[in-house]
Structures are given as structure tokens and as C-alpha cells.
């Protein structure tokens, strides 16, 4: 069965420069899926096609199986939701979502009774009648939102809708808009540059760099297997080292770090591969004494930055850098400038290849 919405061969120029490079995807009906991705990656440049605000300059797209060619924006009943709100000034809040209804020829009387009760589903009830400039930034992305719902959108575009915004009431419009997408079931791409949003509210992310596509995983597996270095670093705090295979079969890899690092045999590698070896920092241990067994290295303490419940000990082995999260209390066995172990289990350790 082929997928809702489907991006093939996706290319993008603007003039000589290449902003989209062959992008393949697919998503599902009812799924949420983050773009995410450095400044300048293509996010919103996909998007923007996807909307029809923008032309590819080679390939297609579909949804439930119909080509969006040549159809204006207008035409595409896709909602949209930008970081500056883009609401009409001089409307009210009801009227700012009964728009897009009015657009479509619904009665007035109809509309603003839709309208009103989008607004009670964003959390905006009693709100209706006030101007923008009466209303908080957070309530007028809720406005954005509920006028960008109001029409039984195919598909809802949020283009880093939530930057404007501090940070306590980003989390509690990211667990809203999570809850909203849910209970209409709409088909949901949100742009974002922040790895940390992207992992609470996506069912999948779809990493971006230099307009390509790195990698479309859930974002525990984003997280456990990145494809790519790239993604290692643009995901979660990481400790890359480089290495090479020793024994593909046995699953060994070795490196100046980590010494010898078992990982599950894998027929990707070869041996002699060089490769990265990921260790996430919470999967290191740190220890006065050295561990009686398993896997460790020494490794010197160079700064503690402390968050209160957890601190991040930044270090190194040899030359190279090493990070360890720890937990506030385990802080307190080490202090800057002394000497410890690090120690992992040999399932922690991810390797990479390194093209
Ligand atoms: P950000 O997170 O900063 O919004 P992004 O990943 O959304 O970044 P895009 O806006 O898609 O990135 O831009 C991708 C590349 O295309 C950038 O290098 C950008 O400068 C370039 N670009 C985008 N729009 C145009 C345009 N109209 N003309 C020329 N270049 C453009």
C-alpha cells in the first residue's frame, strides 16, 4: 500500500545553488513527523514546496495518492502554522479563524460556530472577540492553530511555530499541540532546529543536512542507532571516537579511547573498516578505582558543569575528549583536575561507518 503523503526525487535550485537534493519520503496518514535539522539544511524549503508556495525543480509529490502539481496553494487544503502567527491584525480572534471557512464559501453564521469551537479546542475559550495585539504570543500561535485546523486540513504544516515563544511556555504548547494533533488524527509536519522538541513530540524525525535527507527513524532509534556521524552529533550529546573493525564476524572494533569495543556483529562491516564508535555520555561510569572487570579506560577531569540533578563531566583520555552525564549525588566522588575511570557495557557502544 503506498503511503498519505509521498516526496519523490524532490530537487530543488535557486539559481546555482542546490537547496533540495533528492529527497525520497514517505509518511503515513495520522502521523506526526518532525523535520529537523541545522539552519539552512532545506526544512522549510520542503515544506514550502510540499505547500505549493514554492516549485521543485525536479520531482513529485502525492497525497493520498493524487499529484499536487499545478495546484495553488489554495487548492492543496493544507493548513499552515508560521513562527511569526501571521494573524489578521485588525480581525478578531474568531474571525481570524473563521477566514479560511469564509474563503470557502461557508455561511457566516455557520463559520463563526466552527470557528468559536476550534478556539474552545485550543484552549481559547472566552478569548474570541479579542483583537491580536489583546492576546499573549502563546495565545495567538493557538489562534494560528486553531485557523489552520478550522478546515479539515489533508495535512497540517507547522514551520517552527513555537520559536518565538520562552522556553516554559514552548514545553506546555508542545504537549498541547501534541494532544490537539492527536485527537483530530491530522497528518502533522513540524519544523524545528531543536533536537530536544523534536524527540518529545514526534511519532518519527526526518533529519536534514545540506539538503539532503540523513536519516527517518523514530526518535528513540534516532537516538540508540544514528545512520551517520552527522546525526551522532546533531542528536543527544555523543562521544565519537574514531576506530576500525578488527573482526566483523565477532563483532570487534577497536579504538585509541575505548581500546577494544565489543558491538553486535554486524554484516554492514568488514574487517579493517574504519569506522565511529558512539558512546552516548550517560552510558559512562565514572569510578575512584579502577572496575575489577568489564570495559573501562582512565580519564582525566577537566570541568564539572552542574544542572543540579545531573552534571556533565568533561574530560579527557589520551588527547581525546571525553563527556559523562552523571547524577547529581555521583558528582560528589570527583572534583576538576583528578583522575578517574570511565566504564561502559559493551551493548552501549554504537558503531558508524564512516563515509
Ligand atoms: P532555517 O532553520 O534557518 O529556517 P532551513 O533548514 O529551513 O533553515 P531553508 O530555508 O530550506 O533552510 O534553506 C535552504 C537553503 O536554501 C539555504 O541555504 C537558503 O539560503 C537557501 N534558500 C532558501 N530560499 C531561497 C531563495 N528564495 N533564494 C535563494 N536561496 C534560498
Same mark, same amino acid.
Given at each position: ?6 516526496? #519523490? ?25 518532525? +523535520?529537523?535539522?541545522?539552519?539552512? #539544511?532545506?526544512?522549510?524549503?520542503? !515544506? ?30 493544507? =493548513? ?7 494573524? +489578521?491584525?485588525?480581525?478578531? &480572534? ?6 479560511? /471557512? ?6 457566516? @453564521?455557520? =463559520? /463563526? ?5 476550534? /478556539?474552545?479546542?485550543?484552549?481559547? @475559550? ?9 492576546? #499573549? ?6 489562534? &494560528? ?5 478550522? +478546515? ?15 522556553? %516554559? ?12 494533533? @492527536? ?36 526518535? !528513540? ?12 552529533? +546533531?542528536? =543527544?550529546?555523543? %562521544? ?37 564508535? /558512539?558512546?552516548?555520555?550517560?552510558? !559512562? @561510569? ?9 570495559? $573501562? ?13 545531573? &552534571? !556533565? ?30 566504564? $561502559? ?11
Amino acid at each position: 500500500m503506498s503511503s498519505y503523503l509521498n516526496l #519523490s526525487g524532490v530537487n530543488k535550485m535557486f539559481g546555482d545553488f542546490q537547496a533540495l537534493d533528492d529527497v525520497n519520503l514517505d509518511i503515513e496518514r495520522g502521523e506526526f513527523v518532525t +523535520f529537523l535539522g541545522p539552519s539552512g #539544511s532545506g526544512k522549510t524549503t520542503t !515544506l514550502m514546496i510540499i505547500a505549493g508556495f514554492e516549485h521543485a525543480t525536479k520531482g513529485r509529490i502525492t497525497i493520498d495518492g493524487k499529484p499536487l502539481d499545478g495546484l495553488k496553494p489554495y487548492q492543496r487544503n493544507i =493548513g499552515i502554522v508560521f513562527q511569526n502567527y501571521a494573524l +489578521f491584525p485588525h480581525k478578531t &480572534a474568531v474571525e481570524n479563524v473563521y477566514f479560511p /471557512l469564509q474563503m470557502r464559501g461557508a455561511s457566516r @453564521k455557520e =463559520g /463563526l460556530e466552527k470557528a468559536n469551537q476550534m /478556539l474552545e479546542l485550543v484552549g481559547l @475559550k472566552g478569548f474570541s472577540e479579542r483583537h491580536p495585539k489583546e492576546l #499573549s504570543g502563546g495565545q495567538q500561535q493557538r489562534v &494560528a492553530l486553531a485557523r489552520a485546523l478550522v +478546515f479539515e486540513p489533508s495535512l497540517l504544516l507547522l514551520d517552527e511555530p513555537l520559536g518565538a515563544l520562552d522556553k %516554559n511556555l514552548r514545553e506546555q504548547m508542545q504537549i498541547e499541540i501534541k494532544r490537539i494533533q @492527536k485527537r483530530l488524527g491530522v497528518t502533522t509536519i513540524f519544523v524545528t532546529h531543536d533536537q530536544t522538541e523534536a524527540m518529545s513530540m514526534s511519532d518519527r524525525i526526518v533529519v536534514f543536512d545540506k539538503g539532503r535527507i540523513e536519516q527517518v527513524a523514530d526518535p !528513540l532509534d534516532l537516538y540508540h542507532r544514528p545512520n551517520t556521524r552527522f546525526v551522532a552529533g +546533531f542528536v =543527544g550529546e555523543s %562521544n565519537i571516537m574514531a576506530g576500525h573493525v578488527v573482526d566483523a564476524a565477532a563483532g570487534v572494533a577497536e579504538c585509541a579511547v575505548f581500546g577494544t569495543c565489543r558491538y553486535p556483529a554486524d554484516a554492514r562491516f568488514s574487517n579493517g573498516q574504519a569506522v565511529n564508535i /558512539l558512546i552516548r555520555p550517560e552510558h !559512562l @561510569k565514572i569510578s575512584r578505582k579502577a572496575p575489577e572487570s568489564g570495559e $573501562w579506560a582512565t580519564m582525566t577531569v577537566d570541568t564539572i558543569v552542574n544542572y543540579g540533578d545531573n &552534571a !556533565l563531566v568533561i574530560g579527557h583520555s589520551g588527547d581525546h575528549p571525553v563527556r559523562v552525564r552523571v547524577l547529581g549525588a555521583d558528582v560528589v566522588i570527583i572534583q576538576e583536575g583528578e583522575d578517574c575511570h570511565i566504564s $561502559w557495557q559493551p551493548d552501549a557502544v554504537h558503531i558508524i561507518s564512516e563515509a
